[in-house]
């Protein structure tokens, strides 16, 4: 599915749309260059989860922690990470539980570390806004693409009404 975000309004937006989708367990891969939205999807995401406070790059962190009342979220930034194995250390597989929703900036810096993703999202420049790619290779993630191109009208209808 492809979507067009012409300004960062948009790209918060879609993180509020694509966040009710989401359920622990899953990981979601966010690719794009330097700059290109992944922060700030995830702070879409965040905030539509009722996530109030500050939202900041794990740039340095590597991982930045948000426990929500139903699960927690952990939002990664692999960009400074120098050797895959410094994930082994850190324990990446605790992180990947059924418990907690994953984010991953530069997931291409873990190397074969990583799990596949659930959603693998990708952002491009296109014009002064942003071109959003989102792909499912199996299942749940099939699930959340189904829905997301549902146009919202249709969405809002409960099927007891
Ligand atoms: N759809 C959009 N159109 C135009 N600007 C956008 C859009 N979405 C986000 N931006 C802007 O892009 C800038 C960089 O965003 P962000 O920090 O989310 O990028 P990033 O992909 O996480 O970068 P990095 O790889 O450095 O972590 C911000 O100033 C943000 O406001
Ligand atoms: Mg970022």
Known sequence: MIQILPDE??????????????RPGMLISLRGDLGAGKTTL???????????GNVKSPTYTLVEEYRLEAFTVFHFDLYRLKDPEELEWMGLRDYLSDQSLCFVEWPEQAGDLLPPADL?????AAGAGRRLEARAPDGCGRTVLEALAMPPTTRATDPRD
């Open 42 to 52: 995830v702070r879409g995401c965040l905030r539509a989860a009722g996530h109030t």
């Open 120 to 124: 693998e999202i990708t952002l491009n």
């Open 9 to 22: 309004a948009a790209t918060l937006d879609f993180g509020a749309r694509l966040f009710p989708l989401l």
